[in-house]
């Protein structure tokens, strides 16, 4: 599949897996996309999605794996993706993310109530310095 995602896949509203890793898409992750009030998976690695991480990413909140590793994305992560309470793995490696991870994100690693929800953090912290400053990830790329 290439060009950009289509948005009128936010009108399926009882769709639990978006799942279109490894394909050519292209452009921005479109604003209907965060309608899909049901979503538990969204997973958009290796392609070639542009812009940013909408704040709107704090709206799925039956969302348990965010993986966006390997595509050209930007700006900083958003504060909004620490309302995800159900978020268990998120990969966010391999873009051009920049700034600290929220605090309200590292919230979700730290958690002791239910423990550790958020299990699996990763993100371009490695560099020296790192493109992203996360004390809380659990893995650097």
Known sequence: ISGP???DYGKLNR????DMDFNDLSGEIPDEIFD????????LNDNDITGS????????QFLTFFQIDHNRLSSEIPSEMGRLSNLRIAFLSDNELTGEMPAEVCALR????PPGVLGVLVTDCAGNPPE????CCSSCA
């Open 36 to 43: 899909l009030s049901s979503l538990q998976q969204l997973d």
């Open 5 to 7: 995602i289509p948005t």
């Open 132 to 135: 992203v400053n996360c004390p």
């Open 15 to 18: 769709l639990l897996i978006l």
């Open 110 to 113: 730290n958690n002791t109530s």
């Open 53 to 60: 991480i909408s704040p709107r990413i704090g709206d799925l």
